[in-house]
């Protein structure tokens, strides 16, 4: 599946073009050829079954005997042939242009991508975020199924153009032109064309590994992945410089919430924060550890950012989980506490109402059905033509549930139950707003770093005949949205768009925002984390929804699935 900068989680772009890597005529430039530039090859092994990409040894540089490793672009993007589209991509010299540097371009349809390298400069300049967006379909989920694009719309903020540059003298890092070959830090690269993707690049110090989306401690065969020469290794001062500098290079570019959060930098921000800075910059593995976990789980404050595993630094046994039941004063924040206290308060209260089995998928009360599920799901290409594919599919629940609702005439009016969904894939939260109704369903997106304005219209498929009519919804229900403070991110967006499209009456709490789609985060150390990307859902006034969407009727926590309330308070 093809992806484009909208991301809660992955979806899609159509990329098409033709020819491979193709250098033209070059001269005598600036270049690194005499710098101390050591080539070594690891083994790289894909254990991504969502994309084929053949095992194969990938060439690594070190500059001046420097631990991090850089990689050559034109050699990753032929390593990575089968999540990139390799034979897409060309390559020319700027012959012209007053300062020697390279463009690596490629075509979608007529429109046309493009990356410029300056490696006196330091800077990667890309026309449009969407360059490094050309990777190939998921094979085994289709997270475009049942959906079709009626508008596309994007919008510059006045005074931009879209183009972003990435300077990357700022963080200390060089660009070198070594023998025709661009080499830019491993990290960089991992952030910029793979974990943009939710692809992840992962060295242990003996393999590289390519991991679909982000490497957690429930990960099957997470033991093989964290064995390596790097564990319990001291990094030198060098290479923790190197690692905060990425940290601050993807945080001041892809950390959706930076201007929300008023961060003018992260290197300001880090100097006015100077113990969390020397405890990033310590080769101490619990050390920095613990940094990592009190910056993004504890001081950014929001729940779309955590830290999901640690550094190759660490022992290979030692798992997340542990360090920070360790260390509680860095786990967690005020609102994930609010948020930890709501979801167990809601938790008991439907254990009261249902016992331990799981909450019903549809009930009824009188004229109310009521339509319960806790996450936006896309299920796999296998899993969707199983028999139970609403256990693994929103769009399928939805068709379960509308099939047993119709059999009862004196339903007039659906609770959609989100008040304990967390979110998930946004392609799967459309597609169930496709059931409400017959119109083109318009999301909209601001990117905060390109500034670009996004309306995205899409109709789904309600009846699997293909042809994405106006009369498949069940708009002749009157509709409700039950929500919350665990109402967050898609499911937020959900009720966001069901608010601005007027096709549901929002009831309950307040819901829990997370307007910016997850970003995993994989830093030099290995260390895995999760952030607020800099794609963020906004309301068609063009307004953050970060701080949630406040409901029409108010309802307590306390009668949430208690069906005579919910009766009483949509009837009156």
Request: with cysteine; charged share 20%.
């Amino acid at each position: 599946m093809k992806k484009t900068t909208l991301k809660f989680l992955p979806f899609f772009a159509l990329p098409i073009g033709s020819a491979i890597f193709a250098t033209s005529c070059y001269n005598q430039v600036e270049n690194d050829n005499n710098a101390d530039i050591k080539t070594k090859s690891y083994y790289f092994k894909n254990l991504s079954d969502e994309y084929t990409i053949n095992d194969n040894y990938i060439n690594t540089y070190t500059i001046n005997n420097s631990e991090t490793l850089y990689v050559s672009i034109e050699e990753m993007m032929k390593y990575l042939n089968g999540f990139v589209d390799y034979n897409v991509f060309n390559k020319k010299w700027n012959f012209f242009s007053k300062e020697p540097s390279y463009t690596y371009y490629w075509y979608n349809n007529m429109t046309k991508y493009t990356m410029t390298i300056n490696w006196t400069k330091n800077t990667i300049k890309v026309n449009n975020l969407n360059y490094f967006d050309n990777v190939n379909y998921t094979q085994n989920t289709d997270y475009g199924r049942q959906l079709k694009y009626f508008n596309y719309d994007v919008q510059n903020k006045p005074g931009t153009n879209g183009s972003v540059t990435f300077d990357l003298g700022k963080y200390d890092f060089d660009i070198l032109n070594y023998k025709k070959k661009i080499l830019i830090p491993f990290p960089i690269f991992n952030t910029l064309f793979c974990n943009t993707n939710y692809y992840s690049l992962y060295f242990n110090g003996d393999t590289i590994f390519g991991i679909d989306r982000w490497l957690s401690d429930n990960m099957q065969g997470i033991e093989r992945i964290k064995t390596g020469s790097l564990n319990n290794k001291i990094a030198s001062e060098q290479y923790r410089k190197d690692t905060f500098n990425h940290l601050c290079f993807s945080l001041d570019y892809f950390y959706g919430l930076k201007d929300h959060k008023n961060i003018k930098s992260f290197i300001e921000y880090f100097n006015e924060n100077i113990d969390i800075k020397q405890k990033i910059l310590s080769s101490d593995k619990n050390t920095f550890s613990y940094a990592y976990a009190k910056l993004i789980n504890s001081n950014f404050n929001e729940l779309h950012s955590t830290i999901l595993s640690l550094s190759f630094y660490n022992d290979r046994n030692d798992r997340l989980r542990s360090f920070l039941q360790a260390n509680p004063d860095v786990a967690s924040s005020t609102k994930r506490e609010e948020f930890n206290n709501i979801s167990d308060f809601l938790e008991r209260k439907r254990q009261q109402r249902f016992g331990v089995e799981k909450t019903p998928i549809v009930r009824f009360k009188n004229n109310m059905a009521i339509i319960s599920f806790d996450s936006f799901e896309t299920g796999s290409n296998e899993e969707v033509t199983r028999t139970n594919n609403y256990d693994y599919d929103t769009f399928y629940l939805f068709k379960y549930a509308m099939k047993q609702i119709i059999k009862k005439p004196e339903i007039t009016k659906i609770v959609v139950d989100l008040s304990l969904n967390g979110g998930g894939n946004v392609g799967a939260m459309r597609k169930a707003l496709g059931y409400l109704t017959d119109a083109i369903i318009n999301t909209y997106q601001f990117n905060s770093l390109s500034k670009e304005y996004t309306e995205i219209g899409n109709k789904v498929d309600i009846n699997l005949d293909g042809k994405y009519k106006f009369n498949e919804s069940y708009s002749n229900y009157e509709w409700y949205v039950l929500t919350g403070l665990n109402t967050f991110s898609a499911a937020n967006q959900f009720a966001s768009i069901a608010k601005d499209m007027k096709i549901a009456t929002l009831i309950g709490k307040k819901s829990g925002g997370g307007m910016c789609s997850i970003m995993p985060l994989v830093l030099n150390d290995g260390t895995t984390l999760i952030i607020s990307s800099n794609n963020c859902a906004i309301n068609k006034q063009k307004q953050y929804i970060e701080d949630g969407i406040e409901p029409k009727l108010n309802l307590e926590y306390e009668y949430f699935y208690d069906d005579d309330a919910l009766l009483n308070l949509i009837n009156n």
